[in-house]
């Protein structure tokens, strides 16, 4: 029996994947406890004689919510190791300390404010608060795990930077969402649509960098560019208001299409965008890089790190940060043979990423 820890996979990119792994344990025939967040995306599974699921609240608040992980940790995976036994422990968001077991520990490391120093010292106030403690608990974490699990090379150099860890790249799959039409076969387009439609798939976090988008679609209405940039923004989040507010304040040439299930944001991949775009300043991985490349699609990003773990040389690198450069690279775009080379370049990439499968025994095989 494994003990599976998802409490605070709540932001919708862990909530995926955590589906991911519930999905293919269920019919793996492997025993397993599952920790999951009281939210609605964790209440569709039934019990079965293999699996059990512990359901938690979600505490609002980042400090209140650090506070939960302690008891998480401290009280409630004590007490479903004293009983169950398991034979291996994993834990999926970040933090694994004080279990009195000696069994296997293996902890996910997907949240970079905790080894990137660039994004923590961006950070003031309460959040900052927040990133120390953070940092604080993977300490103890590091001391108490086996195994910590990084999903590009970029957060693996990262750590490694930090702490003397076993440590194990794990790519993040292809959600099951999505299907795999497009590694089939390859199609090239013959003609460019008329309006570019460039898609950014993120919440509005600070490290999500929307604010260069405002720059970008400055320029790109200035100088009459046929571009329109979608972006998966909830509005009713205060932090975005303001950014919200200068889109429609400046006319600005971004649609959002507010956040999205992944059936309609595959139709969103499939039939209307012409490019990604990402101009995110860290990322522990970044699903979309690898979802647009799964739908044949150029990603532009930075030249960061991340970008360049995830992309390889399918990417449409420009200078971070640096609006004239960015339309510089996406107007190369245009040309149809450069766009078809493009999207070859990512469809290939896009062959190397794992389904939820193979990427779910992946991870069983660190367990056991």
Not at 12 to 40: D, M, W, Y
Not at 63 to 91: C, D, G, H, R, T
Not at 232 to 260: M, R, W
Request: include cysteine.
């Amino acid at each position: 029996m494994y003990l599976v820890n998802f409490s605070n996979q709540i932001a919708a990119g862990p909530k995926n994947i955590a589906n991911n792994f519930i999905r293919n344990a269920l019919q793996s025939g492997e025993k397993f406890v599952f920790i999951v967040p009281n939210l609605p995306e964790f209440l569709t599974y039934s019990e079965t004689e293999n699996c059990k699921f512990v359901v938690v609240d979600v505490v609002p608040g980042s400090l209140k919510a650090l506070l939960n992980v302690f008891k998480v940790n401290f009280s409630l995976m004590n007490s479903l190791a004293k009983k169950y036994e398991p034979k291996a422990i994993l834990a999926f968001g970040n933090f694994l300390f004080g279990i009195k077991s000696n069994h296997k520990k293996v902890v996910l490391l997907h949240h970079p404010y905790i080894v990137d120093d660039r994004l923590y010292g961006s950070l003031s106030g309460v959040a900052k608060i927040a990133e120390k403690i953070k940092r604080h608990l993977f300490s103890k974490t590091v001391k108490a795990v086996d195994t910590v699990v990084v999903q590009s090379s970029y957060m693996q150099k990262l750590l490694n930077e930090k702490v003397a860890i076993d440590s194990e790249i794990i790519f993040n799959p292809i959600s099951d969402n999505f299907k795999r039409e497009s590694i089939v076969s390859f199609k090239t387009k013959q003609k460019l649509p008329k309006v570019k439609e460039l898609l950014y798939v993120s919440r509005f976090y600070a490290h999500k960098n929307h604010a260069f988008l405002l720059k970008l679609a400055t320029a790109i209405k200035e100088k009459a560019l046929p571009v329109v940039i979608n972006i998966t923004v909830d509005e009713s989040i205060p932090e975005a208001a303001e950014f919200i507010a200068a889109i429609k304040e400046q006319h600005l040439p971004i649609n959002n299409l507010g956040e999205l299930p992944q059936a309609d944001l595959k139709q969103y991949y499939q039939d209307f965008a012409f490019a990604a775009i990402f101009p995110s300043k860290s990322e522990t991985f970044g699903n979309p890089l690898i979802e647009a490349m799964f739908y044949d699609l150029p990603v532009i990003a930075p030249d960061l790190d991340y970008a360049h773990s995830v992309l390889d040389q399918a990417g449409v690198i420009y200078k971070e940060d640096d609006v004239h450069d960015c339309l510089k690279e996406i107007s190369k775009l245009f040309d149809v043979e450069t766009y078809n080379n493009i999207r070859l370049a990512s469809h290939a990439r896009a062959q190397l990423f794992p389904d939820s499968a193979l990427w779910f025994e992946t991870y069983m095989a660190l367990l056991r």
